[in-house]
């Protein structure tokens, strides 16, 4: 991949300098070096680390998944393929492509828990009507048959979306925590269906470098990156619901001293 194409990528995807660095191990003064054409010379590891950034989520072995009939290939699958799996088949359908989706972990488990529950008391405490999702949840997200996906934790303000057997069309909240099989595609693949969606506000959750990645697309500032060390605000909320992460950073010290 060009440094021309990587420019294209970055500015599709609304990558910041910033955001390269902390995703690809990058030091920031040198991508800035690279892209402004003053270091002509990048070296060969640094150039594999940025080019990793922008590439695609690899898809589903062919014979991990289940497969309709011969005439079907990835990219070709829709919403009633993915309906027409075994109930033990964990997959999402993003595009046509079927993605893996392998049991989250315990800590996985409670941190999507423990956000579901703050977002839900919040909404309960002030008679709310938005409703706090928590996986699994099936969401057509682009209101075609090409995709559906299931957030770790989703907040639905419009009950027209939401039918007897999931959601058609896009939340107007996301959460993704970050697990090693589904890192990359949260941070590119998602974050773009999910912003060319109409979600107002995706986070991406890192337990393992505890840090929250904050896109509010309605904010001029975006993203915004923070440690877990103190409350984040809500976007959608104005910032009346702060999110607490006090206990899910002991859980994580507890998973990282065992």
């Not at 893996?100 to 009507?129: K, W, Y």
Request: glycine content about 6%; proline content about 5%; hydrophobic content about 35%.
């Amino acid at each position: 991949m060009t440094i021309q194409e990587m420019k294209e990528k970055k500015r599709e995807k609304g990558y910041t300098y910033a955001l390269m660095s902390e995703l690809s191990g990058v030091p920031l003064g040198t991508i800035q070096k690279i892209f402004s054409g003053e270091t002509v010379s990048p070296r060969y590891d640094t150039l594999k680390a940025l080019e990793e950034l922008f590439r695609e989520a690899p898809v589903v072995q062919e014979e991990c998944v289940y497969r309709i009939d011969s005439q079907h290939t990835q990219g070709s699958y829709t919403v009633d393929d993915y309906r027409a799996l075994p109930e033990d088949q964990r997959v999402e359908l993003i595009d046509g492509y079927f993605y893996d989706m392998a049991a989250p972990t315990v800590l996985h488990q409670r941190i999507g828990g423990e956000v579901h529950r703050q977002i839900a008391n919040f909404i309960m405490d002030r008679g709310g009507s938005c409703m706090p999702l928590i996986s699994p949840v099936d969401i057509q997200l682009d209101c075609d048959e090409k995709t559906m996906v299931q957030p770790d934790v989703a907040i639905l303000c419009k009950e027209d979306k939401a039918e007897v057997w999931g959601i058609y069309g896009a939340p107007d909240f996301i959460l993704e925590v970050i697990s090693p099989s589904t890192g990359r595609k949260d941070y590119t693949k998602k974050l773009s269906k999910y912003m060319a969606a109409g979600v107002r506000e995706y986070w991406i959750l890192d337990p393992y470098q505890q840090k929250l990645l904050v896109y509010f697309f309605e904010s001029e500032v975006c993203p915004v990156i923070y440690g877990m060390s103190e409350p984040v605000p809500v976007g959608i909320y104005n910032g009346e619901l702060e999110i607490v992460f006090s206990s899910i950073v002991k859980w994580i010290k507890e998973e990282m001293n065992r």
